[in-house]
C-alpha cells in the first residue's frame, strides 16, 4: 500500500520533514517513490514555506490509491486535497487497567478504615470510660506511695542525725 507521510530530515532539535510518496512497509526516513512536498515545523504557522506541497503530483498520487497519513491528511486538507477530520478517541484520558485496580484497592482500604472508625465510634465509648478510670486510678496508687515512701525518707534522716550526734 502506498502512503504520503512525513520523512524526518535535519539536524538534533532542528527538525525538518520531507512529505514523500513511499511504500507502507519501507522505513520512515528510508527508500521513498517520490517527494512531493516539505514541512518545516520551526517557522511560524502563517509562513507560507511551512508547508510546501506539489499539488498535481499529490493528487495523481491520491488517484492511484495512496493514502495520506493523519498529519499529512491535515495539510492536505488546508489545500483542499483530501478529508480529514478529528479522531475522537474517548478511552484516551482513562486511566490504565493497573491504575484502575490500585484505585479500587485504595477505595477498599478506605472504606474499611472508615468501617472501622465507625464502630469504633459507636460501641467502645462506654467501654472506653471504665478503661479510661482504670489507668488512672492505678496512676493515682502508684502516685500515693512514692509519696509516703519520700516523706519515710525524709522523716528519718532527722533523727538518724540525733541519734548520731547523742551517740558520738
Known amino acids: 500500500m502506498l502512503k504520503i507521510r512525513l520523512a524526518r530530515g535535519g539536524a538534533k532539535k532542528r527538525p525538518?520533514?520531507?512529505?514523500?510518496?513511499?511504500?507502507?512497509?519501507?522505513?520512515?526516513?528510508?527508500?521513498?517513490?517520490?517527494?512531493?512536498?516539505?514541512?518545516?515545523?520551526l517557522l511560524k504557522k502563517d509562513d507560507p514555506n511551512r508547508v510546501t506541497l506539489k499539488v498535481?503530483?499529490?493528487?495523481?498520487?491520491?488517484?492511484?490509491?495512496?493514502?495520506?497519513?493523519?498529519r499529512?491528511?491535515?495539510?492536505l486538507s488546508i489545500q483542499?486535497?483530501?478529508?480529514?477530520?478529528?479522531?475522537?478517541?474517548?478511552n484516551k484520558g482513562q486511566p490504565g487497567q493497573k491504575a484502575k485496580e490500585r484505585a479500587a484497592e485504595r477505595a477498599e482500604k478506605e472504606a474499611a478504615a472508615a468501617a472501622a472508625a465507625a464502630e469504633a465510634a459507636a460501641a467502645p465509648p462506654p467501654a472506653e470510660e471504665p478503661a479510661a478510670e482504670e489507668p488512672a486510678a492505678a496512676e493515682a496508687v502508684a502516685e500515693q506511695p512514692v509519696a509516703e515512701e519520700a516523706s519515710a525518707t525524709d522523716a528519718p534522716a532527722p533523727e538518724t542525725a540525733a541519734d548520731e550526734s547523742a551517740e558520738g
Request: no cysteine.
Open 16 to 41: 525538518y520533514y520531507s512529505i514523500v510518496v513511499a511504500d507502507s512497509h519501507s522505513p520512515r526516513d528510508g527508500r521513498f517513490i517520490e517527494k512531493v512536498g516539505a514541512y518545516n515545523p
Open 56 to 70: 498535481e503530483r499529490i493528487t495523481e498520487w491520491l488517484g492511484k490509491g495512496a493514502q495520506p497519513t493523519d
Open 72 to 75: 499529512v491528511a491535515r495539510f
Open 80 to 90: 483542499g486535497l483530501a478529508k480529514w477530520e478529528a479522531g475522537n478517541n474517548p
